[in-house]
């Protein structure tokens, strides 16, 4: 019997304590959230009037079009035909290389071999290997390998400048170092 009342009363007590959880604090918030919901107005300034835009009329019918890009092409033969420019171009007559449909950025050197007095390198691109000499080209850059060293292939790319004539950039493959670790 003793033990009903020990549990009885630790009911109780339960119960009062949850009773004293009540939700008259949360009632309070409520209300005084909608008085200042309905106190508060919102204040958006007006937008400003587009400005009114006046379109050009081209009226000298009989000039040149200075906006027909058979002017620029006119242009820039009589430039080439004037010697303009450096001469120096790409050959886009003799067939691509199986390298040069990559960007340079995802062609990785990952060693070198050395067969008969001749240095290799070894590319990867995806999962595939591929050796290189010296001569051979790779890149989209019309790149040529001009020297291969025990760590890096440098290279010789034909670009186009801002000004639309072709140059030469050196640029390089570093060896990439192995991630996987031994046992």
Known sequence: MRTLTATTLTATILLLVLAGCGD???QEVRTWMKQVDAQTRV???PL???KVFIPFAYV???EPDPFNPNKLLAELAKQAAQGGGSGLHPDTQRRKELLETYPLDTIQMVGTIEKKGVMYA???VDR???QVVKGQHLGQNFGVVTSIDEN???LKEIVQDATGDWVERLSKLELQESKETTK
């Open 24 to 26: 008259s604090d949360v």
């Open 43 to 45: 204040k958006v300034p």
């Open 48 to 50: 400003a009037e587009p």
């Open 60 to 62: 000298n019918k009989e």
């Open 122 to 124: 070894v590319l990867q």
């Open 128 to 130: 595939a290997v591929h």
């Open 152 to 154: 890096s292939v440098n």
